[in-house]
């Protein structure tokens, strides 16, 4: 177990409206990352984190933005969500350096009206 | 950036069959994982494997780094090893985890 709570699991909300979603870490990981999964896309990286305050754009970074003020937690946030950004949102963790095995939260379901 | 190419799409077998899922890649890789996601959707990291071959258990991984291609290899098959495998490559100038995934495997095994 490598210690990752998402939350919320799952979530439905209306366009136009923010929202955040919340990975929590317990092991003190340097790396942390944020993917999308939609089908026929396989998983997309979003946003990743290398450290407090530093943050970096993924594949799919446009709408989303990304916090990361102490190690443990690691927040996206949908400013103006849109139909589009429905999807199942998941955290991975990096065990050591940036090129080490990735340890994946359960997701989040998040559902866009 | 990398493109991933995974083989076959779907698989269907029958429980104690053996199967081989192949990953390509379209350039240098210094970090090469597989995961299986379950059908309840949690992602399991299978092996981390940029180069080589490793064996977990009735699963086993080569990856040749010179040919961009690896291999994942299922030997007799249970129902519990259904669900999608996914290969998952970052290019050899990326230090910090950036990963692209290919678009899976679906595997269904039938008792």
């Known amino acids: 177990d490598a210690g990752i709570t998402q939350s919320p699991r799952h979530k439905v909300t209306e366009t136009g409206t923010p929202v955040t979603l919340r990975c929590h870490q317990t092991?003190?990981?340097?790396?942390m990352y944020w993917y999308r999964q939609d089908p026929g896309h396989g998983l997309r990286l979003i946003h990743y984190?290398?450290?407090?305050?530093?943050?970096d754009k993924g594949e799919v970074s446009d709408g989303y933005s990304v916090s990361r003020s102490k190690t443990e937690d690691f927040l996206l946030t949908l400013e103006s969500a849109t139909s589009s950004q429905t999807s199942v949102y998941f955290c991975?963790?990096?065990?050591?350096?940036?090129?080490?095995?990735?340890?994946f939260g359960d997701g989040t379901r998040l559902s866009i009206l | 950036g990398i493109q991933v190419e995974q083989s076959p799409p779907d698989l269907i077998l029958q429980e104690g069959a053996n199967s081989t899922l192949r990953c390509n890649f379209s350039?240098?890789?210094?970090?090469l994982q597989w995961f299986h996601q379950n059908p309840w959707g949690q992602l399991i990291n299978l092996f981390y494997?940029?180069?080589g071959t490793k064996q977990n258990g009735r699963l086993s991984a080569t990856t040749v780094a010179t040919e961009r291609y690896s291999l994942l290899y299922i030997s007799s098959s249970q129902t519990t090893d259904s669900g999608v495998y996914f290969c998952?490559?970052?290019?050899?100038?990326?230090?910090?985890?950036?990963?692209?995934f290919g678009r899976g495997t679906q595997l269904t095994v039938w008792p």
């Open positions: 991975a963790i990096g065990l050591g350096t940036g090129n080490q095995p990735q340890h």
């Open positions: 092991e003190n990981h340097r790396y």
């Open positions: 984190s290398y450290g407090v305050k530093d943050t």
């Open positions: 350039d240098s890789v210094n970090n």
């Open positions: 494997i940029p180069s």
């Open positions: 998952a490559v970052a290019d050899r100038g990326s230090t910090l985890g950036r990963l692209y």
